[in-house]
């Protein structure tokens, strides 16, 4: 590789690390490791919380407070999966996760 095509990709590759929002940063990382959808879980809290306004606020309360009475996840699930650990994520940080969250994946509960 010449070394102006290296430098170029060296900086696409940075900025593409640094750009990264705080969904991709702080929810997807997890959920891929523990093999939890994020789509299923986004179809199911949309069908539990309706409208974009309800389901921003009851997530954010449940990633601080999860709990197995609260989760969209239904009882069956917790059968054989565990709980997700509270989130620790400053408010903005949380806020910008559930916006890009909710931006990528809305048109999915629009086509179903
Ligand atoms: C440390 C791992 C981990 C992180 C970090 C994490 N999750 Fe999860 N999440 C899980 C697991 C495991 C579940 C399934 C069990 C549950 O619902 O508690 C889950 C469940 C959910 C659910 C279903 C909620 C419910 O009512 O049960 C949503 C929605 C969700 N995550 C979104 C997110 C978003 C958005 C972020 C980033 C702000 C995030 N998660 C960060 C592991 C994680």
Redesign the pocket.
């Known amino acids: 590789m010449n070394r102006w095509r290296f430098t170029l990709v060296l900086v696409l590759g940075l900025s593409g690390m640094l750009s990264a929002g705080?969904?991709d940063r702080?929810?997807v990382?997890?959920?891929r490791?523990?093999g939890?959808s994020?789509r299923k879980?986004?179809m199911?809290?949309l069908l539990?919380y309706s409208g974009e306004h309800n389901m921003k606020a009851g997530?954010k309360y449940?990633?601080r407070h999860?709990s197995?009475e609260?989760?969209?996840?239904g009882e069956e699930?917790?059968k054989n999966?565990?709980?997700?650990?509270p989130?620790t994520?400053s408010d903005r940080?949380?806020e910008e996760?559930?916006d890009e969250?909710w931006e990528r994946y809305k048109v999915i509960g629009r086509l179903r």
């Open positions: 705080s969904f702080n929810c990382p997890c959920h490791k523990e939890v994020l879980t986004f199911n809290a539990i997530l449940f990633l999860p197995k609260t989760s969209v996840m699930y917790f999966h565990r709980l997700m650990p989130s994520l940080e949380l996760a559930l969250y």
